[in-house]
């Protein structure tokens, strides 16, 4: 029996594992969040490994408000990165597993090619510098069998995204504009938290490594919109625009496609198309026409 540890447990990922945590009785799973493993709170987080061992920590807890983060920095710091530097150093430690996940912000989103994991990163604003960072305290406390997967455009049925964004605005307004020219892939938390659980057997690495993880495809959020509304029968006109028609606080790259080979080759894995996933997802939602 693998005794996990989860944390971020109400967010999107980690509610997604907990939807799938039946399905695998080999695991014992314990979901945390922020009253109890807030990583905000350094302090808490050290005493809270002081009495525990856990085979597993599936680090899912994030700072994830990108414009917000322009302002804050102290605190996504703390989360994205001194925290995980932590864990990782716990993890050490105790000999645990650790699998911490990352984001396509730590790029600059200027490639024309999917980006591979030993790219040069760049990011260009606070929360994908704090992202970077925990990667690289990860990398710095050196604990075996760790893994760091990067992934982009994440959505599910819980906790707020741009799929149920679209979906709450498709019903109120007539009309949208939408960006066009950012180019990602849209992933579905199911997806990514099923692939952990699969692959956490056989991670087996003397020092970290870096892996990319996305739904198959390619898609603009004009793509994205575009489909949602397709499938649930939304009568929504989406207007393409550009990003300098829409700014936010923080930049977001203009391309965040993510070259997946490095994942599947190691772990044999198969990967779903992102609009096929969509169409489960809607369908969980209850939303599909």
Avoid at 152 to 159: D, E, K, L, M, T
Wanted: aromatic share 12%; with cysteine.
């Amino acid at each position: 029996m693998t005794n996990i540890l989860v944390t971020g447990a109400n967010g999107q990922l980690g509610n997604e594992i907990r939807v799938l945590c039946n399905s695998y009785p080999q695991y014992t799973f314990t979901f945390t969040d922020r009253s109890t493993f807030d990583l905000a709170n350094l302090c808490m987080l050290e005493n809270y490994f002081e009495d525990k061992t856990f085979d597993a920590i599936i680090n899912c807890a994030a700072y994830t408000a990108v414009d917000k983060a322009e302002s804050d920095h102290d605190m996504a710091d703390t989360i994205n990165h001194r925290a995980v530097g932590i864990m990782a150093k716990i993890a050490k430690q105790k000999k645990t597993t650790f699998i911490h996940v990352s984001t396509d912000y730590v790029f600059d989103g200027e490639n024309h090619r999917p980006y591979i994991e030993s790219d040069p990163t760049d990011p260009q604003g606070i929360y994908g510098s704090t992202k970077r960072d925990g990667e690289n305290a990860i990398i710095k406390a050196t604990p075996s069998n760790t893994i760091i997967i990067r992934t982009s455009w994440v959505y599910s049925a819980f906790g707020t995204n741009f799929l149920k964004t679209m979906m709450r605005l498709g019903k109120e307004r007539s009309s949208l504009n939408v960006i066009y020219e950012q180019i990602g892939t849209p992933t579905y938390a199911r997806d990514l938290a099923r692939t952990i659980l699969e692959i956490l057997p056989r991670i087996n690495n003397e020092s970290p490594e870096i892996y990319h993880y996305s739904n198959e495809g390619a898609a603009s959020w004009y793509d994205f919109a575009k489909a949602i509304f397709e499938l649930t029968g939304t009568e929504c006109y989406v207007e393409a625009i550009t990003t300098d028609q829409y700014p936010t606080t923080a930049k977001r790259p203009y391309y965040s496609l993510l070259n997946k080979a490095k994942i599947k080759n190691d772990f044999g894995i198969t990967i779903p198309y992102w609009r096929d996933s969509l169409q489960i997802c809607l369908k969980e939602l209850g939303a599909q026409s």
